[in-house]
């Protein structure tokens, strides 16, 4: 029996030696697991692991978390071991081994000596003295540092408070005589210690209600540590040691006597107070030991203060100091220290006023007049507190801290203000302000509320960037960082005081007193404008708050002093000469009667203005006297003083320029022009407008004063050039005023070039365009400022012309260059978004450079088309910008005149002609209507205008509107007096073809506007056309009166209707279209079918439809004279069209089957494949099919051509190859293929043909596709294989046989077959596992259509024999998704199961698989005849070397057996069982799941005889059941619970039957394995208890698994089991066994979840051998 102990005992100190090494292991989960383990045996193997333990320590690793791992293991077994199991030499060792690691800890790592120190409080809390005794010696001259030691006890006494103060004594007096040699840097540590030792004592006199104080020797050790700490330590020059000693006399005054203390307070005060002095950082310790002090020497119970105020006077001072909060930057942990401080120190100031009140309140007083910014500051903010905390003890001394407060309210200081600002608000909150002493304090914050530190201010100043400014710049000032800061903190100040008196106003009633009506006095002063928004906001609070108490708001002037009252202002009037009062009698009434006449909505100022200076420069007229009229000027030019508002001083300047015009002193004009210039406001477009005018006015007296006074402004800005480009990068703002100065320059020049003399402007013009003066304008950014440059350059060419026209003609030489600047001036800039202002410039822009058009040289192609580009812009304004219909008629104008000036024949502007419209077609047809609207009226416009220059009286009827009337031969002879147009163009050059079509859409626009215009348009062009002279061959008149008469009623109609849309405009537009056919001539109809693109593409759907009927009316009737060639160049332009626009493809193909219909259609088809075929050659990357697929929707949607033209593509794909050999030789290879095969463009396009008749849901294409419904899919199935042999080569047919497939699916209505490949057909028919998804879509394919299963086998029959493997593979991949839905009659079954079961020795494993899987589908229809047939090929296909076809065979053996009788299945159950074992263990998921299914299935069928033979084989597999019910793969799991519930009956165990059907068994649902586990064995051994050898063998082989997830729970599983055996003998014979590989396993094995569970293992083990033990 000694000898089984022995081993037992050998066993577990070896267990436990492999726990204790796990503990070092590299992984966290494989040290905590250990340490579990180590935890759960601890109590009843504690000496044992104490020893393990603590041999490794000392033959151990040094790495750290190793040894603080089995030091607290250590620690816990010792807190854990009971009563009996402590033994004083086991804890002596243990104490020693704790100590030697402190000593070892030669790097002071904390952690070690956290651990060490933890086992020796372990220790002590079981045996304290003994923990005292070793301490004790180890301070007497041990090996362990003193400080370790120290800092052990501290924890001994925080832990084990109780124990510890008994002791205190001992500790001290051990303790004391070492302290004077301890060093600096040990120093902190021994100061914390005494913090914890004294107030763990503390702590203990609260909870025994004690409090005296220590006596005797205890009381003289306390006395004697305190007077070292406070003469030595608390004088260090260590920041540390300083706080930590400063804490620890604050916990020692407790503790010592009162006499004593009394005696130490001239030194403890002063000394704590130098700490706190000294502490910048984190003077927290400090400070609250202060408090304790103060605390205890002050306020004490029945006692009186130990120390007077006198005798406080450091401590105030200091404090003071630190009363103001100055918040730092850093971390949430530093600021938060700072407010503990800064609360400590207000406690201070409490605890203070708690024993002198008054005292303290007077101090304050007095120190609040010092001169210390700091002091003063301390003095507010405790103020501030102690008025909040308690405000009676001194509220009857408020008037005394008012009168300070008024004493500080002189102060300049920032920070000062805002602490006065919260006083304030706190005084008035709390009741300490009256009416007396309140305006003051009121009025300070309304002032603090008026600093102009705005947000933009502030912004404008942090993004200054200071830097030196250079001689030549203009001083730019940039705010300073003291400046900057400066501003930051008024910003904050400004903040402070407007919430202070929002808050007053509304949510303290008291402070209504003080704030009303005071409040209204802060309205008037002129400096605190500003704080206006503020004051009526608080105002209104007040008011609020009287109306919601029913109080009447009312003031008394009488008894307050200065309340702003109403005044009244009396109105005098000039007196003026006596000629100008005779004037006004006679204008004055004029201008009453305007201003009495007109209502406030109908106010014109600018007519006002004029009639004022009409009647000025009239009254300067009568007045014939220069000196007065000088003397007007001079009293006038006074005024600019007077206003302010910039539309008074624009009048202002004009009325000057007025007065300078009257007048011949050269000098006076200078110098009031002068100030003229001075007194303006640049930046304003008013007041430049009126300086431009003036000097304009001027300009018309006193030319050479007003340039040379222009050209010296402007000389004086480009000398600043260079200031402008520093402005860009230093003061972009400062750009403005640069901006605002040329554009008034600009302005000015202008106007006196507007206002001059016409003699004078010849000579001068090279002063007033200049070489670089309009150059310089450019550089403006600012619209109003373009907007001045380019009415001065309209000026400077009106000026021109109006010279031209009074006899001085001279050209514009540098004309082409003032119209680029004007291009560069409408210009959008990037920054800037379409706004009204933009538009104002781009009109003028506009008119200037009509202006400019106008005038000499005549303009160049280059320079017109540069114009044409930026002003055709202008058609897509969008409408949401309310563009002014000034915009377009100065847009007509320039067109117009560019016109005009294209030459003096009609063919010269015919062509400009074309030209234009050619231009304007792009926005004419846009889908905006108001582009169409904006092109049409030009169009209009122009033709109007064209017609008038070239065929003069052209309307014989005398209209003067919008109408125009064509007319024939017999009117014109009739007419008698008219002649033929003067400048007739060539008719070809009208292009009537082309116009015509372009213009018919607009006939049918849907706006009605448009349609009237078009109406117009297309009247002007055939009037056009009949007015020239007729060729040979003409057309009759009667045709000709018919087309006048169509066109006629299309304008009445359009006229008369406007904005119906009933269709009737459509048989107008067939009514025109008849007429117009009429009139051209076959090349005029051929090329308007050519230009159908345009037509047809139009973006109005209304419109396109229109363009449509009408061509399909032109090729009804004239479509039987084209000819082949046009045919061709027709039908392509109809393909790009229907590419191009694929909204309207549906119409425009349309047009492409009348085509065809009503032409040669065999051209028409021909063209379509040779467009795909070209479409795949040019484009074959990009893919941009989309006119080849609209024209074979269309073709297939046809109901004649349906049928037809789907055969013809599907014998293209039955009989074309995908692939072709390429013929260098020949010259069939393309350039860019660079395959040894190229794709068959013909069979691709055939395919995509295919695609498109599939992918419409006509009901022609659907009738089509369900006659030829199993030859379609049968071909597109097989195609499948064929492309598989070529996908190296290409992707692009397997690409697009995906696409047809799909679009077939859509085309029969089989969703489910076209989901099968809508997201990753690519992937899967291009990868090993294609036929899964041929048999997929066949599977589908004959669930919606069973009918045609019979058909569609008899089609794949024949593949099965092909010579390829992949076209075998789809064939048999699509009979096994037919065989799916085979009818159980069908004659057909019995050839189909013999050919299945022949092809399962198929050379292609795919072959042999795909036939299994049929054989299996059948049987789960049903088949149940052939079920012998089907198990036989799957028992044989169990051990195929094919992985796949293996797992074929194993997942189709439980369908198959589900259905098979047990005749069939008994015979071959242990065959199967064996095959289903080895399967088990296989790698492929599937196929382990389908194995551990199979199990369960056919354990029903364990009867009889085979049941004990049976049951034998299912105890060998049980064991793997359990352990891959974890089994990291999901399905395993579920086929291994499943498994589990099927096999549980047999085993007649109740208790695992009930187990294995609990809900947290179930799929989907968490379970704890482990908990699983331990409950599973436990019934186990209960029912099988002979069987465990069987099951322990099986988890031994399970160690050896390739997955560690089993590997670990086999571990898991032999641990529980071995567990629960609770026999000694069968535990002696297996546990040696078992807990050696587990032991190897924790030690060896390279994954972290076994080592971890094998740790878990062995500690179960561990557990059952100490039962058994004991």
């Known amino acids: ?73 250590l620690a816990y077994t010792v807190r854990e071991m009971r009563e009996e199991q402590i033994n004083i030499s086991l804890m002596r060792s243990t104490a020693k081994l704790a100590m030697t690691e402190l000593a070892a800890n030669k790097e002071d790592v904390s952690d070690w000596n956290s651990a060490a120190s933890n086992l020796l409080v372990a220790v002590g809390s079981r045996s304290p003295d003994l923990l005292m005794d070793e301490t004790f010696n180890q301070l007497a001259g041990g090996m362990v540092p003193v400080v370790h030691l120290v800092q052990t006890l501290a924890e ?94 604050g916990k020692m005054v407790d503790l010592i006597s009162r006499k004593h203390l009394i005696s130490a307070l001239p030194r403890l005060l002063p000394s704590i107070l130098a700490v706190c002095r000294k502490e910048k950082e984190n003077p927290l310790p400090a400070t609250t030991s202060l408090h304790t002090v103060l605390s205890l020497i002050l306020v004490n119970d029945a006692r009186s203060p130990m120390i007077d105020f006198l005798a406080l006077s450091p401590v105030l001072n200091m404090l003071l100091l630190k009363a103001y909060l100055t918040v730092k930057k850093g971390s949430n942990s530093a600021y938060s220290a700072q407010m503990k401080n800064h609360n400590e120190v207000l406690r201070c100031f409490v605890t203070i006023r708690e024993a002198y009140p008054s005292e303290i309140f007077d101090f304050l007083l007095h120190q609040l007049r010092t001169r210390e910014e700091y002091v003063q500051l301390g003095v507010l903010s405790v103020w501030k507190h102690l008025i909040f905390r308690q405000s009676e ?203 009495s006449n007109i209502d406030v909505a109908s106010w014109q100022q600018i007519v006002w203005e004029d009639m004022i200076i009409h009647l000025l420069s009239d009254a300067l007229g009568v007045v014939h006297d220069p000196e007065w009229i000088m003397s007007f000027g001079n009293a ?30 050269e000098v006076y004009v200078q110098r009031m022009i002068t100030l003229m210039y001075q007194r303006s406001d640049v930046s304003n477009k008013i007041n430049r407008g009126g300086l431009a005018t003036a000097m304009g006015l001027v300009a018309s007296a006193h030319l050479d004063t007003v340039l040379a006074k222009l050209r010296r402004i402007l000389d004086n800005h480009k000398r600043n050039g260079f200031l402008r480009f520093v402005l860009h990068f230093v003061k972009p703002q400062k750009i403005r005023a640069v901006d605002n100065v040329f554009a008034t320059l600009a302005l000015m020049y202008g106007y006196t070039a507007s206002y001059a003399p016409s003699s004078g402007i010849e000579a001068r013009i090279e002063i007033l365009v200049g070489s670089d003066m309009l150059k310089g304008f450019l550089k403006v950014k600012a619209q109003a400022s373009k907007q001045a440059v380019l009415s001065a350059i309209n000026l400077l060419g009106q000026a021109v012309i109006k010279a031209a026209k009074n006899g001085t003609v001279f050209p514009l030489k540098k004309r082409d260059i003032m119209l680029n600047y004007i291009i560069s001036l409408m210009e959008k800039d990037e920054k800037n978004s379409l706004d009204i202002e933009l538009q104002h410039t781009q009109e003028m822009a506009l008119d200037a450079c009509a202006t400019l058009v106008s005038v000499n040289p005549k303009l160049t192609s280059k320079m017109r088309d540069s114009v044409l580009q930026a002003a055709f812009g202008f058609f897509t304004l969008p409408m949401s910008l309310a563009v002014s219909d000034t915009l377009f008629t100065n847009l007509t104008r320039f067109l117009c005149t560019i016109l005009l000036t294209s030459g003096d024949d009609g063919k010269s502007r015919a062509m400009q002609l074309q030209f234009l419209l050619k231009r304007l077609d792009e926005f004419a047809s846009s889908s905006m209507e108001y582009e169409r609207e904006r092109a049409v009226r030009t169009v209009l416009a122009l033709l109007q205008y064209y017609r008038a220059l ?113 269709g009737s405009e459509v048989n107008v537009l067939q009514r025109v279209v008849d007429a117009v056919l009429n009139l051209l001539n076959y090349t005029e109809v051929v090329a308007a079918l050519k230009g159908c693109k345009i037509a047809v593409c139009d973006k109005v759907l209304q419109s396109a439809q229109g363009a449509m009927s009408a061509l399909t009316q032109i090729i009804y009737s004239r479509g039987s004279q084209l000819r082949e060639g046009d045919i061709c160049k027709i039908a392509r332009n109809l393909f790009e069209a229907a590419a191009i626009d694929c909204d309207r493809h549906q119409g425009i193909l349309a047009v492409v089957c009348s085509l065809a219909e009503h032409s040669v259609a065999k051209v028409v088809f021909s063209e379509i494949i040779t467009a795909g075929e070209i479409e795949l050659v040019d484009d074959l990357d990009k893919r941009k099919l989309c006119r080849f697929e609209k024209i074979i929707l269309a073709i297939s949607h046809h109901e004649k051509l349906s049928l037809i033209f789907l055969e013809y ?61 199993p030859r379609v899919l049968c071909c597109l199935l097989l195609r499948i294989g064929s492309i598989q042999e070529s996908i190296s080569i290409d992707m692009q047919p397997l690409r697009d046989m995906i696409t047809t497939i799909h679009v077939f699916s859509e085309t029969v209505e089989n969703d489910d077959m076209g989901k099968v490949l809508f997201t990753d057909g690519e992937q899967r028919l291009s990868g090993e596992r294609w036929t899964e998804a041929v048999e997929e879509v066949a599977s589908n394919s004959a669930r919606e259509k069973p009918e045609e299963v019979t058909n569609m086998c008899t089609l794949l029959w024949p593949a099965l024999e092909r010579q390829h493997d992949c076209q075998r593979a789809a064939a048999a991949a699509a009979l096994s998704g037919l065989v799916q839905h085979c009818e159980n009659t069908s004659i057909l079954l019995g050839s189909l199961v013999e050919a299945l079961t022949a092809h399962t020795s198929d050379e292609s494993s795919t072959v042999r698989l795909l036939c299994v899987r049929s054989l299996v589908q059948m049987i789960k229809r049903g088949v149940t005849a052939f079920v012998p047939e089907a198990l ?45 074992s080895i399967l088990q ?54 086929a291994c619970k499943n498994a589990l519930r099927s096999i549980s009956p047999l085993l007649h165990a109740q208790d695992i039957r009930a187990l294995v059907n609990l809900r947290t068994f179930e799929f989907g649902r968490s379970m704890e394995y482990d908990d699983f586990v331990k409950e599973f064995v436990k019934h186990l051994v209960l029912q099988f208890r002979d069987k465990v050898d069987i099951y322990v063998s099986c988890a031994i082989q399970a160690f050896e698994s390739p997955w560690p997830v089993i590997q670990a729970n086999s571990a898991y599983f032999v641990g529980c089991l071995l567990s629960r055996v609770r026999d000694a003998v069968s535990v002696a014979h297996y546990v040696p066994q078992v807990s050696n590989l587990l032991m190897k396993m924790t030690t060896s094995s390279p994954s972290a979840l076994v080592r971890a569970k094998s740790t878990l293992a062995l500690s179960q083990i561990m557990n059952e051998m100490e039962v058994l033990n004991t």
């Open 1432 to 1476: 036989n090929v799957i028992v044989a296909l169990l051990e195929d070397k094919e992985d796949e076809v293996a797992n074929a065979a194993v997942c189709g053996l439980s369908p198959v057996i589900q259905v098979a009788s047990a005749e069939v299945v008994y015979p071959m159950l242990l065959n199967l069982c064996l095959r289903l």
């Open 950 to 1062: 070239c065929f003069p009286g052209s309307c014989y009827v005398g209209c003067t509107g919008s109408y125009m009337h064509l007319r024939s031969s017999s009117d014109t002879d009739q007419s008698g007096g008219a002649a033929g147009p003067a400048l007739l163009p060539p008719r070809e050059a009208l292009r009537l073809g082309e116009r015509i079509v372009a213009f018919l859409p607009r006939c049918t626009d849907v706006s009605p506007v448009i349609r009237i215009l078009a109406g117009q348009i297309i009247t002007i062009l055939c009037n056009m056309v009949m007015l020239i002279p007729d060729p040979a061959g003409a057309k009759s008149t009667d045709d000709s009166i018919e087309l006048s008469l169509a066109i006629t009623a299309l304008q009445d109609l359009t006229d008369s209707t406007k904005g119906k849309t009933d």
């Open 156 to 249: 001994f006494a925080s832990s084990c408070g109780l124990q510890f103060a008994p002791r205190l004594k001992n500790v001290l007096s051990r303790v004391l005589p070492i302290l004077s040699n301890v060093t600096d840097n040990h120093r902190q540590a021994f100061a914390n210690a005494f913090t914890f030792w004294c107030d763990t004592v503390n702590q203990c006199n609260e909870v025994c209600l004690s409090n005296t104080s220590p006596e005797g020797d205890l009381q003289a050790l306390l006395q004697q540590a305190f007077e070292l700490l406070l003469n030595s330590w608390i004088k260090s020059p260590d920041s540390g040691v300083r706080l930590a000693t400063a804490e620890a006399l």
């Open 1209 to 1269: 593509v599907v014998d293209i794909l039955d009989h074309a190859p995908v692939f072709k050999e390429d013929d260098a030789e020949k010259g069939n290879i393309s350039d860019h293929l660079t395959f040894p095969m190229s794709l068959c463009q013909r069979s691709q396009a055939a395919t995509l043909a295919l695609q498109e008749i599939l992918r419409g849901a006509n009901d022609t294409v659907k009738q089509a596709v369900n006659q030829c419904y």
């Open 1481 to 1534: 263990t296989r790698h492929l998921e599937s196929t382990r799941a389908a194995a551990f299914e199979a199990l369960g299935s056919v354990s029903k069928f364990a009867t009889g005889v085979q049941l004990g033979t049976f049951m034998e084989q299912i105890h060998k597999i049980l064991p793997r059941l359990v352990f891959h019910v974890n089994d990291e793969a999901p399905s395993v799991s579920l």
């Open 636 to 665: 006038l030019a006074t005024h600019y003083n007077l206003y302010d508002d910039n539309q008074q001083i624009s009048l202002l300047h004009r009325c000057m320029g007025t007065v300078l015009q009257k007048t011949d002193n």
């Open 393 to 595: 003890p001194w509220l009857n001394r408020r008037g005394e801290i008012a009168e300070a407060v008024n004493y500080l309210l002189r102060k300049q200081d920032l920070k000062l203000k805002k602490s006065i600002a919260e006083l304030i608000v706190c005084m008035a909150s709390s009741g300490y302000l009256n009416k007396t002493t309140s305006e003051a304090c009121i009025e300070f914050l309304v002032k603090q509320c008026a600093l102009a530190s705005t947000r933009k201010r502030l912004s404008e100043a942090s993004s200054a960037v200071p830097e030196k400014p250079k001689a030549t710049e203009m001083p730019v000032s940039i705010p300073a960082k003291k400046e900057l800061g400066g501003q930051l903190r008024s910003l904050e100040l400004r903040r402070v005081c407007e919430t202070g008196l929002l808050l007053l106003a509304g949510t303290v009633p008291a402070a209504e007193v003080i704030l009303w009506p005071f409040l209204l006095k802060m309205l008037m002063p002129v400096e605190y404008t500003a704080a206006l928004d503020t004051v009526c906001k608080c105002i209104t609070e007040v008011l609020k708050h009287k109306r919601s108490r029913g109080e009447k708001v009312s003031i008394d002037y009488s008894m307050t002093s200065n309340i702003p009252e109403p005044e009244i202002l009396d109105d005098l009037g000039p007196i003026f000469p006596t000629a100008i009062v005779l004037l006004w009698e006679e204008e004055i009434p004029k201008l009453k009667a305007y201003i």
């Open 1 to 73: 029996m000694s000898t089984t102990d022995d081993a037992t005992t050998s066993s577990t100190i070896g267990i436990i030696r492999v726990l204790v090494a796990a503990m070092g292991d590299s992984a966290r989960s494989v040290q905590e697991a250990a340490a579990s383990a180590l935890c759960q045996i601890a109590q009843q193997n504690a000496e044992a692991v104490l020893d393990c333990c603590a041999t490794s320590l000392r033959a151990g690793k040094r790495v750290v978390s190793y040894r603080a791992g089995l030091l607290l293991i």
